[in-house]
């Protein structure tokens, strides 16, 4: 059985994940992929891949079996369809139920790994509390495209969301990884790439000159880098700034 493991600070005696900066998240990613890839390659990690390569997660020493299912319709609260969840039963201790939407999802490959990565960070990082507590009701939504990579107020919900999103970009699409294609990617189109620090990436490679980087350049790169990581552009674009791989662009 592949046996899939992370561990990360939470609160005690309660098992809540305490609040992380997005280096420690990704991090914790990393090490996921690792496990499930046998290694760290840039390539795609396809929804199917994820949910057959974790069949048992043991997060903070918790045991779950992830239980997926990706063919029944999924939806919120007020019964609006959404495009994943992630449930917790205590009437059923040993798993973690975990749902991608394929009316919401389509034909998207993309958004279907996105949603899947950011499901399995919330399995990883509220399962253990969940367990603890034995909540009966322990449930979390991705109601779109544009959630995985929301916002808002700084309260349990907001780092719950922002946890399950920076662990769904360090899963698919590394610091590291990225960084290193991008390197190599850049010059195939132009693409200006200058010394600079303050960065996720490897130490010691170049960023991408943010002030000499047009549109049209900026469209080829991204989706080059999309086709090589399974993703979306956008979620390529999210992830450079980000990383801070690209000068100019700030902290986001």
């Not at 891949?49 to 043991?58: G, H």
């Not at 991408?208 to 900026?218: C, S």
């Amino acid at each position: 059985m592949a046996v899939v493991t992370a561990t990360f600070p939470s609160v005690l005696p309660t098992g809540e994940a305490r609040p992380l900066a997005a280096s420690a998240i990704w991090s914790i990613a990393r090490d996921v992929r690792r496990q499930i890839c046998g290694g760290l390659w840039a390539k795609p990690l396809p929804a199917d891949t994820l949910i057959r390569r974790v069949e048992l997660l043991v997060a903070n020493r918790i045991r779950f079996v992830p239980v997926w299912d990706c063919r029944n319709e999924v939806h919120d609260e007020q019964g609006r369809p959404v495009a994943g969840a992630c449930e917790y039963d205590p009437d059923s201790p040993e798993n973690i139920y975990l749902s991608l939407n394929p009316t919401v999802i389509g034909e998207r490959p993309d958004l279907a790994a996105s949603t899947a990565a950011h499901e399995l960070g919330h399995a990883i990082f509220e399962g253990p509390a969940s367990v603890i507590a034995c909540r009966s009701i322990s449930r979390h939504v991705t109601p779109d495209e544009q959630h995985l990579d929301s916002g808002g107020p700084k309260n349990q919900e907001y780092w719950s969301e922002y946890r399950a999103n920076e662990f769904m970009g360090g899963l698919l699409a590394p610091p590291d990884l990225l960084h290193r294609t991008m390197v190599i990617r850049a010059p195939e189109f132009g693409i200006t790439l200058i010394n600079g620090s303050g960065h996720a990436g490897k130490p010691g490679y170049p960023l991408i000159d943010g002030r000499r980087w047009g549109m049209g350049e900026q469209d080829v790169l991204l989706d080059d880098l999309a086709g090589i990581f399974g993703v979306s552009p956008s979620f390529i674009w999210v992830r450079l700034r980000k990383y801070r791989l690209v000068t100019g662009q700030g902290r986001v």
